[in-house]
């Protein structure tokens, strides 16, 4: 149970152009290309379609005498 050698390809190869013809593989790969250039362009443009998510809230602090442990921050949005 070894591998292919050169020549087991050879052959396969060989059969594949006597049985569909050389016009007809071109024309398999030239479909083939459009279909993944196709597929990449319909991924790139549903992920360009999405609208932007919202900008988080800022928080504010109140500020509460009773309790000791409230830290007084500023909380800052992402640019």
Same mark, same amino acid.
Do not use: C, H, Y
């Given at each position: ?7 087991h390809w050879?052959?396969v190869?060989l059969?594949v152009?006597?049985?569909f013809?050389t016009?007809k593989?071109k024309n398999?790969?030239t479909d083939?290309?459009? &279909?993944?250039k196709g597929?990449? $362009? ?8 999405? =609208?932007?998510?919202a900008p988080?809230?800022?928080?504010? &602090?109140q500020?509460?005498?009773t $309790?000791?442990?409230t830290v007084?921050v500023?909380?800052k =949005?992402?640019?």
């Open positions: 149970m070894g591998g292919f050698s050169i020549w050879m052959i190869l059969v152009v006597l049985i013809g016009k593989l398999i790969g083939l290309g459009e &279909a993944v597929f990449k $362009d319909g991924v790139k443009g549903a992920n360009a379609d999405e =609208t932007p998510a988080p809230q800022q928080v504010t &602090a500020r509460s005498a $309790d000791s442990n007084d500023e909380a =949005t992402k640019s």
